[in-house]
């Protein structure tokens, strides 16, 4: 299969799902993840109208950057060490895996530097996996309150990555835990917080997470095939 054709299939199960929940189609964007994937075939997904595109690594998505012709919009979607948020200031319109106030206020700080305003969402950890990022559920709120006051940051939405579920339908209760959420922290009306995106789902189950209420759902192998590691 053809990168052309694995986004024609994906976008059409997209279509489906929103037809199954009443959802508009174009409220849900596709986040191709393309970490491990050479230039070339962000090129070809964009050739064949993919825009976005998720990367998880700063070191592999500089030299990525400087490969890439294509005005393609880039999302970091991966674990982000405070001492590599100076790399990406003008580079990223939307960082999806902020877990920490640290990270948040360094995010701010170097925003700050080049006078622009960073997008980010907050990541929880809903499944509260010791081997994955993100923030405990309980500890959201108090730091939706702290990012809130930071002058540089738009909080824009959540990001999950539930735990891996053979059955889909045994990861819906994560994506429906991740919306109520998002309305929870969507009723405080704090400046510059928004809860207009959910980042959640991947190749395997991003249908179910459409149907939820995912706005953007991050997929790698279904678009690019297997990765190589």
Known sequence: MSIQSNLQQINARIAAACARSGRDPAAVRLLAVSKTKPAASVEAAFAAGQRLFGENYVQEFLAKTEEVTAPVEWHFIGALQSNKVKYLPGKVTLIHSVDRLALAREIDRQWGKVGLHADILLEVNLGEEN??????????????????????????????????????????????????????????????????????????????????????????TAVFGERIY
């Not at 809130?148 to 939405?157: C, D, E, M, S, Y």
């Not at 999950?160 to 819906?172: G, Q, T």
């Open 131 to 220: 081997s994955k990022a993100g923030a405990d559920e309980a500890t959201i709120i108090p730091l939706v309150r702290e990012i809130a006051k930071l002058p540089r940051l738009r909080l824009r939405g959540l990001m999950a990555l539930p735990p891996w579920l053979a059955d889909p339908e045994a990861v819906r209760p994560y994506f429906r835990r991740l919306r109520e959420l998002a309305r929870t922290i969507d009723a405080l009306a704090l400046p510059e917080v928004s809860m207009a995106e959910l980042s959640m789902g991947m190749s395997h189950d991003f249908e179910v997470a459409v149907e939820e209420g995912a706005t953007l759902v991050r997929v790698g």
